[in-house]
């Protein structure tokens, strides 16, 4: 074993903000040299430009309304290609020997589910080689090939799951993601600014937090840290803060019940009136929509009468065409009355495994909403959270009041005092 392979690996992730210009590539670029100089092999996974994905999409819209998704991939992942060759040749300038893959390149293999791929594999091997070479590697996140060569991409927010899973496949402990607010916050700093900063959170409810909207990490990058261990560290690229560790073990402390609060915007909600009301008539409207490729959030169903039900569920308003396609597809089958089809909603959750031993939570986060004159369409709940629908013009306002209900505004050791 040469002395380069004994090294140990750290991957480091830099999003959008984080590699905006020449000024933030070179910033990241120094953070790299000096993990280099602390003795670790390291991978940068970085993320499109500034709002470059954004921008791309648009111009995909101006010629096509409902562009192939294949082609949307394709599209989209030279975002990435971009920045890791700019970073490249940063770190190249600064001294230093750097390689740039895109995702194909390290055979970072995935399903062929276009714009929402998952990995299969990587190809940890290509990359071990190059680091032996005293190379500093980078790979362009959000992106994947599939077995038939087809570029893909992992969804929105992707580039943090191609980090992580690098991190897992190389053996990696740690992961740093470098993004543009000072960690994982009791919620959103940038609509509730009094939001308190996690020094650390455990998987299982950041879990929770990302799929309920904290697009601060992408959920399956958590999926992948608490399957092969990998500690994530959440920091600010523009300041040396401590950040937060997402890991397996986090202290409860007694009398904290809620952790974090979210808001999903991006939203729809379909109700089917009158559907009947036998067996088998859910199973086939979900199974049509899993095999329409659309995710279902949040389902709820009732029974009217003997004869009818009403099913009621939550989705994101990027999958509401192929919804209505499959809906439409089924409607003999299943003899609903009508539909209804709600684009204006948002989801407001609070989450908290605290929640699971004790009770009152619900009634707090009614009041509050309450009180904030927020009307409420609809609850769900699980064993470690609530989310209530309302009106996506309120959603700000809603989780503002809700977070100030469970004093969100003061660090965890504060709220466990209090109660
Ligand atoms: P990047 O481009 O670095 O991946 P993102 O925009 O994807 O950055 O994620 C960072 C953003 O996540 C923050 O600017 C913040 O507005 C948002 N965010 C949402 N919920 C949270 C939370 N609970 N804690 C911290 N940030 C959050
Ligand atoms: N560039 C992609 C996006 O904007 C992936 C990422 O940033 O993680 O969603
Ligand atoms: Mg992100």
Redesign the pocket.
């Known amino acids: 074993m040469t002395a380069e392979q004994k090294k140990p690996v750290l991957v480091q992730k830099f999003?959008?903000?984080?590699v905006a210009d020449a000024d933030k590539i070179r910033r990241a670029a120094g953070r790299v040299i000096k993990a280099v100089k602390a003795g670790f092999q390291v991978v940068v996974v970085a993320?499109a430009r500034g709002k470059q994905t954004d921008k791309l999409v648009a111009d995909a819209l101006e010629l096509n309304p409902n562009p192939p998704e294949r082609e949307m991939d394709q599209l989209l992942s030279t975002g990435e290609i971009q920045t890791v060759s700019l970073f490249a040749m940063a770190l190249v300038a600064a001294g230093f020997d750097a390689i740039s893959f895109t995702g194909g390149q390290i055979e970072m293999l995935t399903d062929s589910a276009h714009t929402k791929a998952r990995i299969k594999s990587i190809g940890a091997d290509k990359i071990h080689s190059e680091l032996d070479k005293g190379r500093i590697v980078l790979v362009a996140g959000f992106q994947g090939i599939d077995e038939n060569g087809n570029i893909t991409t992992l969804g929105r927010?992707g580039?943090?799951t191609t980090a992580v899973a690098i991190a897992a496949a190389l053996g990696a402990k740690d992961c740093e993601i470098y993004?543009?607010?000072d960690g994982?916050?009791t919620?959103?700093?940038?609509i509730f600014k009094q939001a308190a900063r996690m020094d650390r959170i455990s998987y299982d409810e950041m879990l929770e937090?990302a799929s309920l909207g904290?697009?601060?990490i992408h959920t399956r990058a958590v999926e992948f840290g608490k399957k092969y261990d990998v500690k994530i560290h959440v920091r600010n690229s523009a300041t040396e803060n401590e950040g937060t560790i997402i890991t397996h073990e986090v202290p409860q402390m007694e009398g904290v019940v809620v952790s974090?609060a979210?808001v999903q915007k991006d939203m729809a909600k379909i109700d089917l009136v009158g559907v009947d009301n036998r067996p088998g008539n859910a199973a086939r409207i979900f199974a049509h929509l899993a095999t329409a490729k659309v995710v279902v959030n949040d389902i709820m169903q009732t029974e009217i009468s003997g004869e009818k039900a009403n099913v009621s569920f939550t989705i994101a308003i990027s999958s509401l065409t192929a919804a209505k396609g499959a809906l439409e597809q089924i409607k003999k089958q299943i003899h609903y009355e009508s539909v209804f089809i709600r684009d204006d909603i948002a989801e407001i959750s609070v989450v908290g495994v605290g929640m699971r031993t004790h009770y009152g939570v619900a009634d707090a986060m009614f009041g509050a909403l309450a009180e904030a004159q927020v009307n409420i369409d609809s609850i769900t709940t699980s064993e470690i959270r609530i989310s209530c629908v309302v009106n996506k013009s309120q959603a700000e306002k809603a989780l503002s009041a809700v977070c100030k209900a469970f004093d969100l505004d003061k660090p965890a050791e504060q709220r466990a005092k209090k109660t």
Do not use: E, L, N, W
């Open positions: 999003g959008g903000t984080s993320s927010g580039s943090d993004t543009d607010v994982i916050h919620a959103d700093p940038r937090m904290a697009r601060v974090g979210t």
